[in-house]
């Protein structure tokens, strides 16, 4: 009610969605929402796994922009070309305009939800861009605090001398993540506080080995397995 508009759905019971697609178009009307199709697209990523059969999928919301196959593009740290889209129908698609959400293919590695991905004139400019930006992103993961050594973390444990562990957790797809993440937040003990100093989705790599040992870190695997060299 007031200045919120409330709408009774249910995905279940197939009612009210039709009213509540109305809704979202008449307050983007009243607030005069506007994008611009005709530049380069920004947006978000909501989404993103590795498919065992085609490699690193985002599903992303172009914002502003039109996404079209064949452009350079970068979500977050990673970087690629788009090699196909499909949207929420499963159609196959060669370009999407602001408002569009489209699952993407063709990035390096998998993005993080909530990434903001941008598009490049060229994939030589995207991966300088992602090189950049993972360098910083290493930088700032191994200047995080070091609280706990797991040679002798027992041993401090039991003099009281540390009462942190220190995990690093990566899964198939973000939403497994999350839900671990949640899962050990919830766990409640005077003997150990558990922290997560890094999550994400994609397989086990060498910069999370990095960032393990330089943290004094354990690595949690789910649903994917490390190289031979990790």
Request: with cysteine; net charge negative; hydrophobic share 40%.
């Amino acid at each position: 009610g007031g200045d919120t508009i409330f709408v009774n759905v249910s995905a279940k019971q197939k009612i009210g969605i039709d009213n509540l697609l109305d809704m979202i178009l008449l307050q983007s009307e009243m607030l005069e929402l506007k994008a611009n199709p005709n530049k380069h697209a920004r947006g978000i990523v909501l989404e993103a796994e590795m498919d065992p059969g085609q490699g690193p999928l985002a599903t992303v919301l172009v914002r502003e922009g039109t996404l079209s196959v064949g452009q350079a593009i970068v979500c977050g740290v990673q970087y690629g070309r788009i090699r196909a889209m499909v949207d929420d129908a499963g159609r196959r698609i060669d370009s999407a305009g602001p408002s569009t959400p489209v699952e993407v293919f063709g990035l390096n590695g998998v993005a993080d939800a909530g990434d903001e991905f941008i598009v490049l004139e060229d994939e030589k400019n995207a991966k300088l861009v992602s090189e950049t930006r993972m360098q910083k992103q290493r930088a700032k993961d191994l200047t995080r605090n070091n609280r706990v050594s797991l040679e002798n973390f027992f041993e401090q444990m039991k003099a009281g001398d540390v009462n942190h562990l220190n995990l690093i957790i990566k899964a198939d797809v973000n939403g497994s993540c999350e839900a671990i993440e949640d899962a050990l937040k919830k766990i409640r003990t005077d003997e150990v506080q558990i922290n997560v100093i890094h999550s994400g989705a994609g397989a086990i790599i060498e910069s999370d080995v990095l960032l393990a040992s330089a943290s004094n870190a354990i690595i949690l695997g789910f649903n994917v397995r490390p190289s031979g060299k990790v």
